[in-house]
């Protein structure tokens, strides 16, 4: 199923949890709605689920508008954040339920339950309760709920976030690997930037309502648009440096106190307009290098080892830098280090709209 | 240590005093239904029950005679009738108020706390001409209908309550499957406030049982019901007061009994787990 | 957002849900708020005829005319009655509650037992117990004790009859204040009177300065809630006292119950009845307003 988002925006009396949003899903395509909490993706859903109506603009399924189609007969299948399966039925009359609505007729019922749980492993749980499961269990009986009818679009809200960090891993894979299979159109909505990056084929970023943009991880993770996507996108985050952009002699230099970038040749030309400009410029911590060997205004604040990598936080003047250094580098906290960046991978925003001015590769 | 034993000794001897009348009454009223001849007031000089005799034995009443079961059987019916009308109409506007957005909803929902608020029983003039008018007086099925909208504000707060504590992600998800709101409601959501069910129908019940005033007042003196029976009794000129605490009792512990079902069922509530119940 | 409801899930679905109540509140209480105003205006007699006689039953009652000459003696009654049991119930209930958390867990559950038990007994039961009790004869519980011991017996209802009535009535209401107030500490943070204890309040100051203040709501709705109860109640007093001895007890609404029952004049009884709505509909615009009642009101999460 195609679903076009158009114009859509949701007034909540006061609040506008959603603001002109436009969005194509394209047929069998896994959308994520990535946001921080409170930013209108779980509104964005449940409209496109039909418990809201759009204060202005249309949802289309196939081209067609549902906005008057109630959430029954859009013919969607939901798994929610908190699974909200019958507690006072077992799991196979939670699969059921669907079917028994729609008169299928026993027989027919019974077969696609069995075809379901076997799809989804979840054939001894069958005639326990909620109470009785494991939280990944249950999740699975949501799953397997939402998907018995034969949905035309999957709907999920947050479905992993109430699973342990192990079993979240695996259910990952999973869902991605069920969704390629069955080739369902989804929709999944997660404020956790991994969970999005390594699942969806588009991830949709919102904030404070607005669309900031669609795109491929990849995407969003090399070309961010602006600088909510920058930061938003990767662990951990891009490190944020306000600079000026001045011209000195024939060259052009980022500067910061005593902080100075000289920009190689290539970028004077696409950047020579920004004079004087007040600027972001936006490092990756995996774009730094430290140099333990040269002395500078840096100073080594904190070093945390993460096994693979060691994440070493670096107080420059005026600011902390999160810096990804190999393992091997030996790092002492208060000693003074260099660090260098690669011209070719630094981003630069405009301070005052926040637009990204240059990306890497562009 | 020691001013803190000595001040909770005070606190003891305080409730104590409090306590003191009201247990002597409670204690002196047990003593008077089970104990024949009394001494020095309020011992009994030998158990029996012969104060129960109203159990075998008819009552007289008026210029007739009447027996306690036939009373015990009215107040049964007038109580199950207004307990039913209550539970139904709670159950269902209950789910309506905690779901349906309408016009008109907040001012019903304040509308019901001002109605509790308002004793209903000053209305009784009133409500005396209205089924008078209606032909409901002297009926058991009307007064337990008029005694049922007593309680009817406070029931749809409390069924409310119970439907509010649903998840909404429960509703949504029965409405992606199929439902409309009939379905909803019928199919998951009272099926998971059952407890709420009972503790609704044991409120309208235990009220409805208790009730003395709209019965005594809109009932004709042929249909007695247990209170009735036990102020008439009490009007009389000549009292006999075992033979009423007796009385009593048994007009008593049915509600108490109920009182104690009503705990074990508010226990088991459903839970649901997990966040996204917003 | 209502369109929709119109549209979809229906005035249908609407009218199955609400319809019910909505009849009984109109039947019940609009109703007879109607009736009783149009009675107040006749002189409804034993003969159940409306003869409208104007403002006929307020000269009377307020003295114009042809005077009552009861009238002042039950207003009087009323305040007594009402401003007597008010504090007996919330003052007694905060003290038995904030007493009974003191003392050991089992013998304050045993305390707050006995004062819910009236809770729990039917109004005729209650004023069974009170009526006994308070016999003037020495078939009475407190006579039996006294003339046991020695003493003289006393004729409790005829020498102090509003004294029980408001005990009465107070501690029934004791009943509902306690459970309020207890369940209201219960969830005051333990770890709040600890620190207090730590910073070296004693338990009086602890009481005054931390647990006090907290329950000033659930202190404020019981105050409201009872001054409400027992303006309107006549209830028990009819059933221990029957407002005897010669109008001694007789409050307000039991004496326009009295009209209308007793003596059958309905329209008389009536005009009594509108006055007390009236103090009822002011004293809850006052408290609604104080409270804010949208406080309570939260918003629907589907809309259709």
Redo the contacts between chains.
Sequence with gaps: MRVSVDRLTKQFRDVRAVADLSLEIRDGEFMALLGPSGCGKTTTLLTIAGFYKPTSGTILFDGRVVDNVPPRDRNIGMVFQSYALYPHMTAHDNIAFPLKLRRVPRQERETRIKTVAAMLGIEDVLPRRPGEMSGGQQQRVALARALVKKPGLLLLDEPLSNLDAKLRIVMRAELKRLQKDLGITTIFVTHDQTEAMTMADRIAVQHQGALQQVGSPEDLYRRPANLFVAGFMGTPPMNFLDVSLEATGDALVLRRESFRFSLPDPLKQSLGHLVDRKLILGLRPEDIEIKPEEASQAEVYVVEPLGREALVTVKVPGAMLKVLAPPHIQLQAGTHVGWHVMPDRIYLFDAGTEEALLVPGS | MRSRNWRRSLWYLLLALVAAPFLVMYVGFFLRAFGEGMTLGIIPRQWGITSFRFMWQPIAWGLGRTTMWAAFGNTVVFATVSGLVVTAVCMLAGYALSRVEFRGKDFFLVLQLILHAVPGQILLIAIFFLLLYLGLLHRLSGVALARASLEIPLGIWMAKGFFDGIPWDVERSAMVDGCNRFQVWYRIFLPLVRPGIAAVFIWGFLFAWHDFIYVYTLLPGTIKLMSTLIQNLLATEVVDYGYLAALSLVYTIPPLALFVFLQRALLKVPVFGGKGTA | ??D??R???GRG??A???????A??V???F??????FL?AFTSMGRT?LWDFIGLGNFARLFGIGARDPLVPRILVNTVVFTLGALPVTVI?GL??SV??M??RPG?GLF?RS??F?PR??????W???W???F?GT??G????????VGLPIVQWLIRYPMIIVVLANG?LGISLAMLVFSAAIATIPRDLTRAAEVDGAS?GQITRHIILPLLRWPILTMTA?HL??FL????YV??ITGGGPYYMTEVW?LY??HM??VQYR?GY??AF?VL??VV??SL?LL??RAFG??R?????????
């Design positions: 957002m209502r929709v409801l549209k979809r899930s679905a609407l199955f849900f609400m319809g019910p109540s909505a009984l509140v039947l019940f209480y109703v007879p708020v109607i009736l009783t009675i159940l007694g003290l038995i007493f009974s003191r003392v013998a305390f006995v004062f038990i729990a007994l039917p109004p005729v039961v004023g069974f117990l009526a006994w009790s016999e020495r078939y519980l407190f006579n039996a004790i006294r003339s046991a501690f338990e809630w409400m109860s309107n109640s006549y209830v009819m059933l609404s326009a119950y209308a029952f309905y009884g009536a009845v007390l709505v009822n509909v809850l408290v609604l009642m949208r309570m009101l939260t918003r629907g999460k589907i809309e259709v």
